[in-house]
């Protein structure tokens, strides 16, 4: 048949082709792990890496130029006011910028703040905080149904321990669809309902847009991941670890802990993600290992082409720098056409180490090993979590519960720390003094998150540490169970 | 060099039954279908659902569910041509066009609203063998689907070619009201290639989601845009041509993905689709009325 093609046939060709480009561009595959081109390094401060002692922090405007550590840090009108702390340091300053009038100095923070103005008390209704949780509900990639149940669970156990303060906080969840425009959205109808502080747990590129859009609004932030190039603004605190150093810390525990010389890792198509793999080439090849590296597309169906390189590379354990969909199927895929070679697959941060992604895999992942900012669910410091938390149904989507369980000791932490005259003010100033250790200053159950340290200006409150966890069992009752616990060296 | 050709080969494969589907329905009904890839993948949802909760108190195997996908798939298809598209006879290919995306959507969200974004397990119907020739190593899965497609293509071309339903296609093909004046009952032509186009649909919905070992809402549609490039570069009226096209979109991604990157061979690809439609719309083994 060879019909005579019309010029409407044309058209409507031409149209298909671009409609089903633009569609393939909006990106259907679930990413947690892609930041935003463009922006800025995340070496300043005189090259020092913000959570290496770099600049300090003035909760409003650019980072001051005073002193070290948290100074007295007096600002105008629309600025943080922090009086003298009751502990802490010697060293005392003025900030240079952040505000419309200087103040007095004050004492370098590092325990509980004094008669800090509380500031700003939006979301605080007599003893209700509301504050909201931003998450992907739908979109590319959303977190379990249950999220809704779980995140208020830790602070309804706050509930019956008394509460922090007289008051207990109310979590609210904005739906981000997964993209920056939902960002935007979830970020405008926040303002409009007046939360306090917010939370968030995305893929990078929506964590950026949330960092930024909650900062203009001058909204206290606590955030999961950003991408390794982004400055993090003075309001938003991380309490994830710094991917950029994960390169390094993956190599070291590929050779020095799997005893592995023939390494990889395979990154998705994205600029932003060269830094963090080529610390790891760079690292690796230190330490003596070949390093085999290659590039996916995560709108692709088939990687046939890269399992068939990655097998004859003969690497024994490979890095998967990418969204959980492409690392399942790339997972899949090696166990079938390169059955004779057993992989160790290693993940990071919040990538794919959650216990849902096991059931795809279906065993491809056995053996897998990630980075992650909590441990496994059969983890004794989880006894509490375990027993309080219901509204999980099972392992598969109990762990997001955890990570909702930990934003919440943190902010407990926190607000408990700012006192009675509580207010954004107050809040940030506790935030910039937070050292959370490994046990919650309210409910004495073991924290969800790495033990965080914000003081003399650190912006990576984790300081890196990750635990590893690994897969434990196989197909549809394997699970991620920790392998050993925070260290930022291996 | 030689291992990157078998690859490419085998990628290629896994989209020419999704191109001869794209193919078939384009040269019997003039629409081009944005739709084919998620019919399979609703089918293909369904029929693991089936397998992983056994329904009626039945759990059919893989290759069962593979029979069931391309029975659904067909099923879904004469839905669609009896819902949406047989209304739109003798509208603009533009209108047709969108109705077809509007389908693929609203199937892809329905998939998305019933078994989440999580991937989903699908397992291989025809096993986890491999075939190892010329240092590559390939699945038995893409085998199979090279394999299907062709057979399909020549049973199809003798199909349209040797018996009177087939001559009946062709004449609705060139203009369906003079076919109808003749006598033909377009509307079962119509129908035929929508059956047709769903079982094939379904047909690479259960090979092309093994091969990844994993099914997502969209994912069908992604691997459609390939083959979509490789029936435009083929030629949109051949069947042979979907599939040589298919092929060379798997080489292309094969040799310029792994000496360059994915994204280069993408743009290579989506080059030649627009390059085959200035210099010669008919594509590589089109007919020469296309270009008139």
Redesign the interface.
């Known amino acids: ?6 010029r ?10 671009t ?3 633009a ?2 561009a909006s990106g ?3 990413r947690f792990d892609r930041p935003p081109p463009g922006t800025q390094s995340l070496d300043q401060g005189g090259g020092l890496p913000v959570d290496q002692g770099g600049l300090p922090i003035t909760p409003t405007g650019q980072p001051g130029t005073g002193t070290t550590g948290l100074t007295g840090t007096t600002s105008g009108t629309t600025g943080v006011q922090q009086g003298p702390s009751t502990t802490g340091g010697t060293t005392g300053g003025t900030t240079t910028t952040g505000g419309t009038a200087g103040g007095s100095t004050g004492t370098a923070g590092g325990g509980t703040t004094g008669s800090v103005p509380p500031g700003s008390t939006t979301g605080i209704n007599g003893t209700t905080i509301t504050v909201g949780l931003f998450v992907p509900k739908t ?4 977190v379990p149904a249950t999220v809704d149940a779980q995140a208020q669970n830790y602070f309804d156990y706050v509930r019956e321990k008394g509460g922090i303060n007289g008051r207990n906080v109310k979590i609210k969840i904005y739906d981000t669809g997964s993209t920056e425009a939902g960002a935007r959205t979830a970020v405008q109808q926040a303002v409009s309902d007046g939360i306090f502080a917010a939370v968030s747990l995305d893929r990078l590129t929506v964590e950026a847009r949330l960092t930024a859009e909650l900062h203009a609004a001058h909204i206290p932030h606590l955030v999961a991941q950003l991408p390794p190039s982004t400055t993090i603004p003075d309001d938003a605190f991380y309490i994830g670890m710094n991917q950029l150093h994960h390169g390094p810390q993956i190599a070291d525990y590929m050779v020095h802990n799997l005893r592995k010389t023939k390494v990889g890792v395979i990154i998705e ?1 994205d600029p932003g993600l060269n830094a963090a793999r080529d610390a790891f080439v760079t690292r690796a090849q230190a330490n003596g290992a070949t390093v085999y590296k290659n ?3 995560p ?8 399992v ?2 990655l ?2 590379s003969k690497a024994e354990t490979t890095w998967l720098y990418m969204a ?2 492409p690392a ?2 790339i ?3 090696y166990r ?4 004779a070679q057993k992989m160790t697959w290693v993940g990071n941060n919040i990538s794919w180490g959650f216990n ?2 096991l ?4 065993g ?1 992942l056995d053996g897998a090993k990630v980075f992650s900012p909590w441990g496994g669910l059969r983890d004794p410091r989880y006894t509490t979590f375990n027993q309080v938390n219901k509204e999980g149904q099972t392992d598969r989507d109990k762990d997001i519960g955890l990570a909702a369980w930990g934003f919440g000791q943190v902010l407990a932490a926190a607000i408990k720390q700012a006192g009675p005259a509580l207010g954004r003010n107050s809040f940030l100033v506790a935030m910039q003094a937070l050292k959370t250790g490994t046990t919650d200053q309210v409910t004495g159950t073991a924290m969800c998150w790495p033990p965080l340290d914000f003081t003399g200006g650190k912006r990576y409150g984790s300081g890196d540490r990750s635990i590893v966890m690994t897969v434990q069992g196989t197909g549809a009752t394997a699970i991620w169970a920790t392998e050993s616990d925070y260290r930022s060296t291996f | 060099m030689l ?2 050709l078998i ?2 080969l ?2 290629g494969s ?1 989209y020419s039954l999704l191109a001869v589907a794209v193919v078939l329905i384009y ?2 009904t ?1 629409v ?1 279908s ?1 739709a084919v890839g998620e019919i399979g993948a609703f089918a293909l949802y369904v029929a693991l659902r089936w397998h992983e909760r056994g329904w009626f108190g039945w759990h059919p195997s893989v290759f069962v569910c593979a029979l069931l996908t391309i029975v659904g798939a067909g099923a879904l298809g004469l839905l669609v041509e009896r819902l949406v598209m047989r209304p739109m006879v003798g509208r ?3 209108d ?2 969108v109705a077809t ?1 509007v389908v693929a959507l609203l199937l892809a969200l329905s998939e998305l609203a019933i078994y ?6 699908a ?2 119907p025809v096993g ?1 063998g ?1 075939v190892r020739l010329l ?5 038995a899965t ?1 085998v199979t689907a090279l394999l299907l497609a062709g057979f399909v293509a020549v049973a199809l071309w003798l199909f ?1 070619t040797r018996t009177s339903f087939g001559l009946a ?2 004449a609705v ?2 203009d369906a009201t003079v076919a109808r004046l003749l006598g033909v009952k377009v509307n079962r032509v119509y129908v035929f290639a929508w059956g047709v186009g769903g079982l094939l649909s379904g047909a690479a919905a259960a090979l ?2 093994p ?4 099914l ?10 390939s083959a ?2 490789g029936a ?1 570069i083929g030629g ?3 069947l042979g041509g979907a599939i040589v096209g298919s092929l060379l979109v798997g080489l292309v ?2 040799v310029v ?2 000496r360059v ?3 280069t061979s ?1 743009g290579v690809i ?1 080059l030649a ?1 627009l390059v085959t ?1 200035l210099v010669r ?2 594509g590589l083994l ?7």
Do not use: W
Not at chain 2, 135 to 139: D, F, L, Q, W
Not at chain 2, 286 to 292: I, L, P
């Open positions: 048949m060879r019909p005579a093609r019309s409407s046939s044309r058209v409507a060709l031409a149209l298909g082709s409609a089903l480009l569609l393939t259907c595959a679930a979109g590319a990639a959303p198509t590039v996916i597309n709108a692709d169906s088939d990687y046939t082409a890269q068939n390189a097998c004859a959980p969909t399942v199927n997972a899949v895929e079938q056409l390169c059955p849902l992604v059931t795809p895999a279906a491809a | 291992r990157d690859i490419g085998s990628i896994a040269s019997s003039k081009l944005l603009p290919a533009l047709t066009l995306l989440g974004i999580n991937p989903f397990a397992p291989s986890h491999t240092g590559a190593t390939v699945s893409q349209l296609t062709r093909t060139g092309l989601a091969i990844s070992g994993s997502t809402p969209f994912s069908l549609t992604t691997a459609l845009l979509l490039a435009v949109l009226d051949s991604t094969s993905g792994s990157d994915p994204t993408a989506f689709v439609l719309p008919q089109g007919g020469a009325r296309a270009s008139a």
